[in-house]
């Protein structure tokens, strides 16, 4: 029986997606050859990655819009680097919420001046910051969705005249939001979309070409754009898995749907949280993160205990980051409510066991 995988990633797939995987594998569109030996500039591949990003740009309500979508490689630490090469023309303000929007910030110091409009590095990153003016005369205002490390999340995006980037890594396609707000969109793929391996990117073209550095070919946003993704030989099996598991979205009901589960399990382990005198809550409970609940157990002798349990209950992934220790229980899209409900299920059997 599979685990129920909390991991915070590479992240939980939806069994039928991991299934056409496993076949593709051994016989890809019924040519007697693998996906992995294929040539991503056949025709077989290049329909597969042509889908995957056409199915992003539609989840996110992007079509015919501007937008492009990439699937590129080196991850969101990559993309750190990219974002402030391809738009930091001389200086730009962050958001600090947490070790990546922290990573990012160093990142991007080697190419202009960076202003951090604001900080929640006080608190340990416990919360995120609401009162901060982004100045007008910035190249561009960069910030991060749902922190990972931390568990909080952003619930609303400023309204500013500057183009707008964000890392959506760990919580793309989760929730409902105005992406047209949005000028660049970066997710490595292992959260909510696929394997480790690929990294998603949904730019608005228009805001390219205003830097007057020169960009190394890879690192150059519009070189991906005029070659569709296939500048270089892309990460054939994560694209795959990726189009295969945006496709599993659009047929459930798309984005409005699955906001919808995410909140359901959400709702379900934060009131047991809250509830239960044996765990608490870390982050402030108004940036609670849908995707990362991260939580304590209020007696640190009773932790070899409950560890125990929810191992034995077939639980996977549920240690916290090795930054902060805790708990961290990650509910991606993929992840059934059902597998909440065994969380559940566990914390309350502790505390009947404790009494």
């Known amino acids: 029986m599979k685990k129920h995988n909390f991991s915070a990633g590479p992240c939980i797939l939806p069994d039928e997606v991991l299934k056409k995987a496993s076949e593709a594998i051994l016989n890809f569109n019924d040519d007697n050859l693998s996906l992995i030996e294929i040539s991503h500039r056949s025709e077989s591949f290049v329909n597969v990655i042509e889908k995957a990003r056409s199915l992003a740009l539609e989840l996110l309500g992007l079509e015919n819009k501007g937008y492009k979508a990439l699937f590129l490689q080196g991850g969101a630490s990559l993309e750190f680097l990219m974002v402030a090469y391809n738009l930091l023309n001389k200086k730009a303000a962050y958001l600090n919420t947490g070790t990546w929007s922290n990573k990012a910030i160093t990142e991007a110091k080697a190419f202009g001046e960076l202003i951090e409009v604001g900080s929640s590095k006080d608190k340990g990153f416990s919360y995120i910051p609401k009162e901060y003016n982004i100045p007008e005369d910035v190249d561009y205002f960069h910030c991060t969705s749902n922190n990972t490390v931390a568990g909080t999340q952003m619930k609303t995006f400023p309204e500013t005249n500057v183009p707008l980037v964000c890392d959506m890594s760990s919580d793309i396609f989760s929730r409902q939001l105005d992406f047209e707000k949005f000028d660049l969109i970066y997710a490595g793929a292992q959260k909510n979309m696929g394997p480790a391996g690929a990294t998603l990117v949904v730019i608005k073209e228009e805001i390219l070409g205003k830097v007057e550095r020169h960009i190394p070919s890879m690192l150059n946003y519009q070189v991906h754009i ?24 659009k047929d459930l009901g798309g984005i409005p749907f699955i906001e919808k589960v995410n909140a359901k399990k959400a709702d379900l382990l934060y009131s047991e949280i809250d509830r239960n005198p044996f765990f608490e809550g870390i982050v402030a409970k108004e940036d609670r993160s849908i995707m990362n609940a991260t939580f304590n157990i209020t007696d640190d002798s009773l932790k070899e205990a409950f560890d125990k349990m929810w191992k034995e209950a077939g639980i996977n992934g549920l240690n916290g980051h090795r930054s902060v220790g805790g708990y961290r229980a990650s509910m991606y899209n993929a992840l059934p409510l059902y597998s909440v409900q065994v969380l559940v299920d566990v914390m309350q059997e502790f505390e009947r066991n404790q009494k």
């Open 226 to 249: 005029d070659k569709d993704s296939m500048f270089n030989t892309p990460s054939v099996f994560a694209v795959y898995v990726s189009m295969l598991t945006l496709q599993w979205l």
